[in-house]
């Protein structure tokens, strides 16, 4: 094996007649090549932070203003500042060197001071969000519009790179205790009958004026000490303290697009999406993605970019802790039981398609069996945290078990290659809740749960994902995602014979088979953690429920936002289906801010409660219930850009909730605001990120989205994608031992809610027209 190879790439021995030294120039070759490759890198990451530290200048305007500067200097005339002459005080000879090095230094500083000011002015103008509240059917204000001239001026000197703006970004803004206390209030009140309102009342009463004053003052430190003061708190106590499984609980997944299927063949379509994998990470290392901007102007933060690739979560007894790397040569396959380590680069380049084809088939074809423990032994990152990390630290700190382990943890990403088909078929919606069920969990044993993202593909050539969601939030992977199926959908990558095109220019390194050595106890461990991924698997019920009815083209000829139109059907469906409304969360992104992630938007607002119950009133006349409608969604798509804007409310009491506990105090309006179920969660899967994706040129690349499992015991979890003009997927998840929720169920009252507004809206154009 190459492992072995390597080994004894090396080695000597004393004889008789001296020494015997026995070199193996091809491994130490690759040795070689490796280390050419590191610093290339380093080297590539240095000139990329140059590069940024210095955007929105450029190093050509430094040259032009030491021309200036000396011409200027040597011909008698005054620079700005008269700095030269200044410098020259303190140099020992006026010759022509030392002017011109005096002039290079002043040249400096007046580029410095330039960038310097380019770059705040940038920050000063992107923490405007008057653009936001704007609508879009209007002319901007002047306001805007002087806005909008001078962003294009202070960010055109310059081609930004992928994390070229991160010093421009501004911090997220702390909102005001007394504003967060009037926004929860509000979102609590058609959920509380008036007694427990009024509790309510009382408590955020004491609350602002009493404690919460003292934990607002350290959350504003905090503030302006750190560059966002929620996002390092909530990936800590959110995710990586949680000690619960994350499989199922935590983690999500992501499907193919389903109506895109180039070919049948497993390993071609592996060789295809890992080499499309490796060169986005290529672009990733290079900076060379291009930032998403909102309006081509306004930039996301980049930072969760970081951690796509290399990354793994690493169990703790009281917390986890995410590692990441800076490089990876080899990726880690699963199949039938078996890891194997796989070289992905040979002489400096990454493998091409019909290489990497070639490797994945020898895993294929290769009949051994699995090792004792080896085929379960991922059971151990499904299972609960605190029992993973002490068989981890007893079982897999050294030997042949710790470097088997590392290349699982240091590897780019995992590849399982599934021994069956993940099928689709829009007659048979089973297929397809199968589908996402395999991604969400699988058999419990063969998802590798802390890796960043476990690639997945079927026996037929179809393909998912399961990803870990500490390091970062679903846009990131989703846009990872869209980059390689447009891969497949604009270059073609197959011959008729469903085989990657091209032939490979060499014999790939071929795949190792990781040795373990994994004792009796260790197998009970696993076997141990494997009930508990059983019992999680077994109580989990998924519904993916294709609307190919309407789309968001009719949402929009409504003049409704896609999103608070589905939310309001949302509403209206888990009204009808559990008789009362609960607290409903949709996540949001906070990304226009440094470190930015996600905020909640709650969507049961009074506004959107009292809609649904005209609904249901027959004596509510047509007129009322679209008026009804269309202020809800207005309500909606207003706490949707407040959220964004930072002027959200649970990220905050939840950063309150963390100064309280470092304190040790107790506050019962803390404990009653935590203490509220997320009964329905909801999330938007992000479609079309990216100026390359048209789906008028490539209408077949189309994802189905992803799915995640419930928050609550007694709850739905829900993710949507809007997927073109005319087609819709929501992903319902629910637990089986729960009486009262059924996912089946939920998806005919979402069917029927989206039926209802439909027929509420062309019954209202047909009464406008008579």
């Not at 103008?125 to 509240?133: E, P, S």
């Not at 002319?139 to 960010?155: E, H, N, Q, R």
């Not at 302006?224 to 199922?248: C, F, H, K, T």
């Not at 990354?311 to 007894?317: A, L, Q, S, V």
Request: aromatic share 12%; charged share 25%; with cysteine.
């Amino acid at each position: 094996m190459a492992e072995a190879h390597a080994a004894v790439a090396f080695s000597f021995s004393i004889t008789h007649e001296g020494w015997d030294v026995n070199l193996d120039r091809e491994v130490l070759h690759l040795v070689w090549q490796s280390g050419v490759r590191s610093w290339k890198k380093r080297i590539a990451r240095l000139l990329n932070n140059v590069h940024n530290g210095i955007y929105p200048g450029h190093y050509s305007y430094l040259c032009v203003i030491i021309a200036l500067v000396s011409a200027m200097h040597l011909n008698g005339l005054q620079v700005p500042l008269n700095l030269p002459p200044k410098l020259l005080t303190l140099c020992p000879s006026q010759t022509i060197y030392w002017q011109l090095g005096a002039c290079t230094l002043s040249s400096l500083s007046y580029w410095l001071s330039a960038v310097y000011f380019l770059r705040y002015s940038l920050k000063m103008l992107f923490m405007y969000k008057g653009w936001m509240y704007e609508a879009q059917n209007k002319s901007p204000s002047l306001l805007t519009k002087l806005w909008l001239s001078a962003v294009k001026v202070l960010g055109g000197w310059n081609t930004p790179k992928l994390y070229s703006y991160q010093s421009s970004l501004p911090r997220l803004p702390l909102p005001s205790l007394h504003d967060t206390m009037e926004r929860y209030l509000r979102s609590v009140r058609p959920l509380l009958d008036d007694s427990m309102y009024s509790k309510m009342v009382k408590l955020a009463a004491e609350f602002e004026n009493g404690i919460g004053k003292k934990l607002q003052r350290y959350l504003l430190l905090k503030s302006w000490w750190s560059s966002n003061y929620v996002s390092d708190w909530w990936e800590e106590y959110v995710y990586l303290r949680g000690r619960y499984p994350l499989m199922i609980n935590s983690n999500f997944y992501g499907i193919d697009a389903i109506m895109l299927h180039p070919t049948t063949n497993q390993a071609a379509r592996a060789g295809s999406i890992i080499n499309s994998l490796l060169m986005f990470r290529r672009l990733l290392d290079r900076q060379e993605l291009d930032p998403i901007l909102i309006q081509g102007l306004v930039p996301l933060c980049s930072w969760q970019y970081e951690r796509i690739f290399n990354t793994t979560r690493i169990p703790g007894e009281e917390a986890d802790k995410i590692m990441h790397f800076r490089d990876s040569s080899h990726i880690a396959v699963y199949h039938k039981g078996r890891y194997f380590k796989v070289f992905i680069y040979h002489r400096g380049r990454i493998l091409k398609p019909p290489e990497i084809q070639m490797q994945i088939e020898q895993i294929l074809k290769d009949q051994s069996e699995p090792q004792p423990g080896e085929e379960k032994l991922a059971a151990l990152t499904a299972g609960i945290r605190t029992q993973w990390a002490y068989v981890r630290n007893k079982h897999f700190a050294k030997g042949v078990n710790k470097a088997s382990l590392d290349a699982i943890e240091k590897s780019a990403f995992v590849v399982v290659l599934d021994d069956f088909p993940y099928e689709f078929d829009m007659n048979d919606p089973s297929k397809l809740d199968r589908y996402g069920k395999v991604l969400l969990h699988g058999r419990g044993y063969d998802r590798w749960f802390d890796k960043s993202f476990t690639l997945c593909i079927g026996t037929n050539g179809r393909l998912g994902f399961n990803a870990e969601h500490s390091w970062s939030d679903a846009p990131i992977i989703a846009h990872c995602l869209e980059y390689i199926l447009l891969e497949e959908a604009e270059n073609p990558r197959f011959d008729p014979n469903g085989n990657t095109l091209g032939n490979p220019e060499f014999t790939p390194p071929p795949p190792c088979r990781l040795s373990w050595d994994i004792k009796f106890d260790c197998q009970n461990s696993i076997e141990a953690s494997l009930y508990v991924a059983n019992t999680l698997i077994e109580d989990i019920d998924l519904r993916i429920y294709v609307h190919d009815r309407y789309g968001k083209g009719f949402m929009k000829g409504c003049r409704l936002s896609p999103d608070a139109y589905i939310q309001m059907a949302l509403q209206l469906a888990y009204y009808r289906d559990g008789g009362k409304f609960c607290l409903t969360y949709e996540a949001t992104m906070t990304r226009l801010y440094r470190e930015g992630r996600t905020e909640t938007v709650r969507p049961c607002t009074v506004e959107s409660s009292t809609w649904v119950k005209a609904m249901e009133d027959k004596n509510t006349s047509l007129e009322e219930k679209i008026r009804l409608l269309r202020k809800a969604c207005e309500t909606h798509q207003k706490a949707i850009k407040d959220a964004m804007c930072g002027k959200g409310m649970d990220r905050h009491i939840f950063c309150l909730y963390v100064v309280s506990k470092y304190l040790k105090v107790q506050s019962p309006f803390i404990k009653e605001v935590l203490s509220e179920p997320w009964r329905l969660s909801t999330s938007q899967t992000p479609h079309g990120q990216t100026k390359r994706m048209d789906l008028k040129k490539h209408p077949k690349c189309i994802s189905a989205g992803g799915g995640f499992g419930p928050v609550a015991d007694d709850g739905y979890g829900v993710s949507y994608i809007i997927a073109g003009e005319d087609l819709l997927f929501f992903h319902i998840s629910n637990k089986k031992s729960c009486p009262t929720t059924d996912c089946h169920r939920f998806a005919r009252k979402i069917e029927q809610a989206l039926t209802d507004m439909q027929e509420l809206y062309t019954e209202y154009n047909q009464a406008a027209k008579m």
